[in-house]
């Protein structure tokens, strides 16, 4: 028989629920957004009320047993020593309902989930008002396990709220209170445990829950990360997701608050700026390792290591939910003329280059103008480039060695510039960018860039006298956005004519920003038919200007359409270089 790497452990639903209490087992989703549904948990009662089986649970030993302190502001008496690998939302619903602990909703609310049962029909139920008032109903079944409450006084209470306006048979007497002790018992119901040994690693414990649990969320690095932050240090766990809850709704007392038009972030997506800021890493394996305090020569464990590591996780993090540092950092995209997150296809772009921010600010103590220039221009590369997309960690890696050797202010801009250099030459404007304008992408990096580039050339709106940066600007809400892409070349007008393929109507160069009203008016009508129009309520000094800033080649109405679309890729392509030629402008 092969080496196995688990042990088989049998429990109480009693016994799980005090491990949790002292810390034995780490239960982190206790504060994290819920996802159960009430009707669920209502299920997972019934369900054991009924004596069905209802899963095993799957734990992983942290490495330190017998270590007992305590840790964050908890009332955990140890650090616990099995984390929590498959089943948090069963084990969760079982505590929170046992003990009649609040969780978090989905809105970051906290709420208790009240379970009613039914003695006389032995039924459960999610709580509501109805059953509340229903005397024939139990309305919250935590009542029953509090440690005061006794199951005779209980059955005594239940029996004296039934008979108050009725006689109560004998026959049912005995059943309800066979049906009462009977939940009551619930706390002697068998569960079963797999705990997989500390030695091993957590990439194969993700393989193992991958394989045992085909339809449960595959794990990540990150999640082993923020389950390690719950064992070790759980205030910092609590202060990053506390963090994320704010920064997705507008603060309603004007306080300081992280809510941005850039990114409502999660906590792994913020882990990732700290983990680059502190461990100068973009694998979070190999954090991961380094946060477990493990000696990656002798491969043991040492508490003193860990404690240090986590350290250095602390002062990074920090920094990275600094309010005052989260929003100059967003100054840094609108300087790159990206007015909201609706111009950018990757979050994790705004993650890395947030990193690089920091780095820059915290590590080399750059000046804040020169910072702000410097990753203006690196952002409106890595946004049009895609450079983390696709495989984010491992180009983020690179990005990082580079500034390995680096000791100075100067040695950062000067890093950051040669890489922007090296991606941007003169093939890359003439040749590279119109060929990979030529898409029908919806969220193409490079129709993103262009309209940046319209915004920090202060373009007009095509067609219109109002800025493309004013009608971009995420701060106004109206019933239809203030610009729309519009097919300069109609969808139904070119069917009409032959072209039916989405991939040719909907290509990046076929698109222009127009105010709403406009898009409306101009409806199906073949370009020769509308444009002239439109361009008759404007002076030929106006008409030019528009034509250059939004490469419209000379009387492009006219065109042929595949013609046109070659030679407006080449004209975009321009219109970028000269957006980011006005970022260097200083140098």
């Known amino acids: 028989m092969p080496d196995v790497v688990f042990k ?19 239960l982190p989703d206790i504060q994290r957004p819920f996802v159960w549904s009430s009707s669920k948990v209502r299920d997972l009662f019934d369900s054991m009320y009924r004596g069905y089986p209802i899963g095993y649970f799957l734990f992983w030993e942290n490495g330190f047993p017998g270590e007992h302190k305590v840790i964050g502001t908890g009332q955990k008496q140890k650090t616990p020593r099995l984390l929590i690998v498959d089943g948090q939302q069963r084990l969760a619903s079982l505590y929170t309902v046992t003990k009649a602990v609040p969780i978090v909703s989905k809105d970051f609310r906290h709420a208790r989930i009240r379970i009613a049962f039914n003695p006389i029909e032995e039924r459960f139920e999610v709580t509501n008002p109805v059953i509340e008032s229903d005397v024939k109903w139990i309305s ?18 239940f029996f004296h709220r039934l008979g108050a306006n009725r006689e109560i048979a004998d026959e049912k007497r005995t059943k309800i209170a066979n049906s009462i002790t009977r939940l009551e018992k619930l706390l002697d119901y068998p569960l079963t445990a797999l705990e997989i040994s500390s030695s091993v690693d957590e990439d194969r414990v993700a393989e193992i829950f991958v394989r045992i649990n085909s339809k449960g969320t595959p794990l990540n690095q990150a999640d082993f990360i923020l389950t390690l932050m719950s064992v070790f240090w759980d205030d910092g766990r609590k202060q990053l997701e506390e963090f994320c809850r704010q920064a997705k709704k507008p603060p309603v007392d004007n306080h300081p608050s992280p809510y941005n038009h850039y990114l409502t972030p999660s906590p792994d997506q913020l882990l990732r700026p700290s983990v680059a800021l502190g461990f100068r890493r973009a694998r979070l394996e190999h954090v991961y390792s380094l946060l477990r305090g493990k000696d990656l020569q002798t491969r043991q464990f040492s508490v003193e290591q860990r404690e240090k590591q986590f350290d250095t996780l602390r002062e990074a993090q920090d920094c990275v939910l600094n309010i005052q540092n989260w929003h100059d950092f967003f100054k840094v995209l609108k300087r790159a003329g990206y007015q909201s997150g609706k111009l950018i296809s990757s979050e994790m772009t705004i993650a890395y280059t947030y990193a690089m921010w920091l780095i820059g600010k915290m590590d080399y103590c750059v000046d804040p103008y020169y910072l702000r220039e410097v990753m203006a221009r690196w952002f409106f590369m890595v946004a049009l480039k895609g450079r983390y997309t696709g495989s984010p960690e491992s180009r983020m890696e690179q990005d990082l060695a580079l ?29 590279t960018l119109p060929n990979e304008l030529e898409t029908a992408a919806a969220r193409s990096t490079g129709q993103f860039a262009f309209y940046a580039a319209l915004c920090l050339l202060d373009a007009n ?7 493309v940066s004013e009608l971009l600007d995420p701060t ?9 892409r519009h097919h300069l070349f109609p969808r139904q007008y070119l069917q009409k004519i032959g072209t039916r393929e989405k991939h040719l109507i909907n290509q990046t160069a076929n698109y222009a920003l127009v105010e709403w009203s406009d898009n409306i008016a101009i409806s199906d009508k073949a370009p020769k038919d509308y444009v002239p129009q439109i361009e008759a309520k404007f002076t030929g000094e106006e008409l030019q200007k528009m034509y250059t800033l939004h490469a419209l080649p000379e009387r492009w109405y006219e065109m042929e359409y595949t013609t046109f679309l070659n030679e407006r890729r080449k004209l975009m392509a321009d219109i970028i270089r000269r957006g980011f030629m006005k970022l260097k402008e200083n140098i």
């Open 8 to 26: 088989k452990v049998d429990y109480t639903l009693k016994k799980l629920v005090e491990d949790i209490d002292i810390g034995e087992i780490g």
């Open 140 to 157: 919250d079944i935590s009542e029953i396990w509090k440690p005061e409450m006794s199951s005779y006084t209980f059955i005594n209470k």
């Open 403 to 431: 500034l390995r050797a680096i000791d100075t202010a100067e040695g950062f801009v000067k890093v950051l510039d040669q890489q922007i250099n090296a991606i941007f030459t003169r093939d890359y404007w003439e040749v």
């Open 461 to 467: 709106v095509l067609y219109s006298k109002m800025k």
């Open 476 to 484: 106004i809400k109206s019933k239809k956005k203030a610009l729309e």
